[in-house]
C-alpha cells in the first residue's frame, strides 16, 4: 500500500505560539489530502481536505483562520495551528489516496502528530 | 445519511481465543466501500481491508476474516487465535462511490478497543 508520513510525530508547545505539521505521501502523488482530528478514545474527525493548487475544503464547526492548510505539491500538504491553545491539544492524522490505485478511494494515514499546547 | 455503527466499545480476550468485532452501517447508494483499519498504541492507522458493495464473497487473510452481509448491513471482522499484538483499535469506516475521489464522504465509527491479555 501506500506510504504517508507526518513530521513531527509529537510536538508540544506555549500557548499563543503556531505550530506547523507537514503531510508527505512518499511513494505516489496525491492531488488530495485530508486532514482528521482524534481526540483521546474517540473516533476520527474529519477537519479539511486540502487540494493541491486549490483552497481547501473545511468541514463545519472548522475554523479556517484557525487551521491552516497548504497544499504547496503533490506529494505535500501542510497543516499549521495559529495562536494554539490547550483546546488544540489532540492527535491529528493526515491521509492520502492513491489516484493511481484500481481502488483509488483507499485512505492511507500517516503516523500522526500528538500536539500538547500549555 | 451515512452511519457506521461499532456497538462493541472495548472486547478483552486471553490469547488464543477467536474474537469478532461487529460493523453494521447505513447507506442509501447502491454502490458503496467498507473498510477496516487497526490502530494500534503507536496512533498509526493500519490499512487491513477493502470491500465494495457488489462483492459480498467472505475474505480471509491469514488469521483475519471478515463476513459482508448486505441483507442486514454488516461487515464483521473476526480474529482466530487471537495475539497479544492484535491489541489495537479497529475503526469500520464506509466511503459511498466518489468520482474523481478529490472529496471525501468516508465515515468512521466510534472504533471497538480490543485487548488481548497472555
Known amino acids: 500500500g501506500a506510504v504517508v508520513s507526518q513530521h513531527p510525530s509529537r510536538v508540544i508547545c506555549k500557548s499563543g505560539t503556531s505550530v506547523k505539521i507537514e503531510c508527505r505521501s512518499l511513494?505516489?502523488?496525491?492531488?488530495?489530502m485530508f486532514w482528521y482530528r482524534q481526540f483521546p478514545k474517540k473516533s476520527l474527525m474529519l477537519m479539511a481536505t486540502s487540494n493541491e493548487g486549490s483552497k481547501a475544503t473545511y468541514e463545519q464547526g472548522v475554523e479556517k483562520d484557525k487551521f491552516l492548510i497548504n497544499h504547496a505539491s503533490l506529494t505535500l500538504s501542510t497543516l499549521t495551528v495559529t495562536s494554539a491553545h490547550p483546546e488544540d491539544s489532540s492527535f491529528y492524522i493526515c491521509?492520502?489516496?492513491?489516484?493511481?490505485?484500481?481502488?483509488?478511494?483507499?485512505?492511507?494515514f500517516g503516523p500522526g502528530t500528538r500536539l500538547t499546547v500549555l | 445519511a451515512q452511519k457506521v455503527t461499532q456497538a462493541q466499545t472495548e472486547i478483552s480476550v486471553v490469547e488464543k481465543e477467536d474474537v469478532t468485532l461487529d460493523c453494521v452501517y447505513e447507506t442509501r447508494d447502491t454502490t458503496y466501500y467498507l473498510f477496516w483499519y487497526k490502530q494500534p498504541p503507536s496512533g498509526e492507522l493500519v490499512f487491513l481491508i477493502r470491500r465494495n458493495s457488489f462483492d459480498e464473497q467472505n475474505e480471509i487473510s491469514g488469521r483475519y476474516s471478515w463476513n459482508f452481509q448486505k441483507s442486514t448491513s454488516s461487515f464483521n471482522f473476526t480474529i482466530t487465535a487471537s495475539q497479544v499484538v492484535d491489541s489495537a483499535v479497529y475503526f469500520c469506516a464506509l466511503s459511498e462511490a466518489t468520482l474523481p475521489y478529490n472529496n471525501n464522504d468516508m465515515r468512521f465509527g466510534a472504533g471497538t478497543r480490543l485487548t488481548v491479555k497472555p
Open positions: 491521509s492520502a489516496r492513491d489516484p493511481d490505485e484500481i481502488f483509488a478511494d483507499t485512505q492511507y
Open positions: 511513494d505516489f502523488q496525491a492531488t488530495t
